[in-house]
């Protein structure tokens, strides 16, 4: 069940969560702003068993070296042995697709299941935890929406309250956002970055004395967009995607890449714009309808990787097989 707790499951344990794709209000959501973003249908698997020491794919050095696997051992692992960790992805790292977020709660899953279960809104809170312990700075929006599968608003409107994920600063609400039944794409520009670097400089962007009326504006274009989501006006989110790219633009985070994906992708495209921290990473495009394979054949001309998705409707669980 979607939103059902996590259930014991003695050692070995393999859970797996869905990437992630933000479709209005990145950035602006470290801040307060709102936030949508859907569960993407490509995969991080974790399976976890009991080792002769603590070892991510068999590294051993990865338990004091690898942020996300060292911090989620520290505040979600209490005494019960060395663990051998393997984690496999579809999910390209450093894409802005929610890699990381898959693997922290891919991994917390698993670790509560094998300590006597856990509640869906433990796993989005620690997987934050984790996550920003790891990271420095960011939202709950990547973890919570891959703990929650479908598509989410943090501080948005929605249909129903998930949870509320606490934070050192500042409080967010989870709800829940009707899937509208689109297909998407989304497309890997191959440029890597570093999430934290981006949410650093968007965050002394908005410093600067016209801060306060750009995050409005953020908050004012995902407000509008999650409507238009919810009402199925395939139109207003297109605009809605429209101006939010300009916002991430004049805070800095586009790329000459990003922009040359967004100009292949305009003659299929209703709406494009980055999704994630920007600087590189990947852009979300939604697709005039059946205009998908021409799409995805324009942004690859473009020296892209793209994906057709659809939204993954089940969150974060235990599989009883692996998944090759
Ligand atoms: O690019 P990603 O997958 O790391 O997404 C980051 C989204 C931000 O809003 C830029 C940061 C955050 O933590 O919400």
Redesign the pocket.
């Given at each position: 069940m979607t939103n059902g707790p996590v259930p014991p499951q003695p050692l070995p344990v393999v859970a797996r969560a869905p990437g992630?794709c933000?479709v209005f209000g990145?950035?602006a959501?470290?801040h307060g702003a709102p936030?949508l973003a859907f569960a993407l249908d490509l995969h991080t698997q974790v399976a976890v068993r009991p080792g002769a020491s603590f070892s991510l794919n068999a590294d051993p050095r990865a338990a004091e070296e690898h942020p996300y696997f060292r911090t989620a051992l520290a505040l979600r692992w209490s005494g019960g042995g060395p663990l051998e960790v393997r984690s496999t992805s579809r999910i390209p790292r450093g894409a802005?697709?929610?890699s990381?977020?898959a693997f922290c709660a891919a991994l917390v899953a698993a670790l509560g299941a094998a300590q006597g279960g856990v509640e869906r809104s433990a796993i989005a809170q620690a997987s934050y935890d984790v996550e920003k312990g790891a990271q420095g700075?960011?939202?709950p929006?990547?973890t919570t929406t891959v703990v929650a599968g479908g598509f989410v608003t943090v501080n948005g409107p929605g249909d129903t309250a998930l949870w509320t994920i606490r934070g050192s600063e500042r409080d967010w609400e989870v709800r829940r956002v009707v899937d509208p039944g689109w297909t998407w794409v989304v497309c890997h520009s191959g440029i890597p970055r570093a999430?934290g670097d981006?949410?650093r400089s968007v965050t002394q962007r908005l410093r600067s004395p016209d801060g306060p009326a750009l995050l409005a504006d953020f908050a004012r274009v995902a407000t509008e967009g999650i409507h238009a989501v919810r009402a199925s006006d395939r139109a207003g989110v297109a605009a809605a995607m429209h101006r939010n790219q300009e916002l991430l633009r004049t805070v800095g985070v586009s790329h000459p890449r990003i922009e040359a994906l967004l100009d292949a992708a305009a003659p299929e495209a209703e709406g494009a714009k980055l999704t994630?921290?920007g600087a590189g990473?990947s852009v979300v495009v939604l697709p005039k309808p059946g205009q998908e394979t021409d799409l995805v054949r324009r942004l690859a001309r473009a020296g892209g990787l793209p994906f057709v998705v659809v939204p993954a409707v089940e969150g974060v669980q235990l599989v009883s097989e692996p998944v090759p």
């Open positions: 992630k933000i990145e950035h959501v470290v936030e802005g697709l929610g990381s977020a700075v960011g939202s929006g990547d999430t981006a949410v994630g921290a990473g």
